[in-house]
């Protein structure tokens, strides 16, 4: 089993684009929850993660950060093995 991974994200986003690429080359799968007309999922995106931009990925219920940050991982050789972790039972359960 592989990692769960969530990203919260607009269509228009340039950066949400590239994670979502960089995700699908790794062959990672991974929901997409779009959070254009959502402010109650933006204002709780502000308190999980402490940022207000998209995309805000979590692997594992765990904020990674945004796009840079997943290509900082993947960079430093961490991505994978993060991506091969199958969540913990008590992984945290994210809104959708």
Do not use: H
């Not at 290509?71 to 050789?77: C, V």
């Amino acid at each position: 089993m592989s990692a769960s991974v969530l990203i919260y994200l607009t269509d228009w986003c340039p950066y949400c684009q590239r994670a979502k690429a960089l995700l699908t080359k790794k062959k990672a799968a991974f929901t997409e929850v779009d959070v254009d007309d959502r402010a109650d999922l933006r204002s709780w995106l502000v308190s999980a993660s402490g940022q207000r931009t998209v995309p805000q990925i979590f692997i594992n219920g765990q904020p990674m950060g945004g796009s840079s940050e997943l290509d900082a991982l993947d960079r430093q050789g961490k991505l994978d093995r993060l991506l091969a972790v199958a969540p913990p039972p008590d992984a945290p359960k994210l809104p959708v």
